[in-house]
């Protein structure tokens, strides 16, 4: 498969993602007409096109049947709960907001401004991992990455993905969506930066235990 198909078959397959989460709830809920809709939507290709770039750039993700949370007992638990709730928040919230007689613009404003955060601080901490933003496996000439963003929180990715999912969520309105979310969250991104830490710290040893002294996990200065 040339490298520019296979490209194109990512585009094609992100395009389904995205839809799958925003537009078709969307249209079972008589809201296609509805330009928050669009501008969700737009917003979360755009976010995710950095997974492709990075397969532009650096070539294909290590496959997934490697991924250590994949293959942790916790992960075989998680993945389902992290795959239907994902998509059950998102359809819920598209719903909440189609029995929204008036939604309030502010809301609207602030879940705006957390999903252009969250491409922001995503394209940030893409840029400084390079080809080590990967699965959970640890590459050959493995590097431990401390700078950029990475001086800030220790996962910059998952704060991405964080302020993206509740961006939508706030975008929105739904305060359901939001806490079913939250559960998802803590499930999934809890149990795999645990993973991912141990094996840093298998990796790296002081140097890690050091970084983890200095910086936060996911939220700067409070945690």
Known sequence: MSHIFRLVLLLFALALAVASLTIVPAGLCGMLEAPSVWIASLLYFGFFLSTINRVRVHGNFTAREKDAQVKSAWGKVAYPIQFLGLGGAHWLAVYDYSQNAAPELLWSIVGLVLMLVALVVN???????????DRLVIQEQHRLVTSGIYSVVRHPIYTSYLLLFFGHMVFFQSLWASLLLAVVCAVWFGTRIKIEESLLLRKFGEDYAQYMRQTKRLVPFLF
């Open 123 to 133: 394209r940030l901490a893409a840029r400084e991992l390079g080809r080590f933003w």
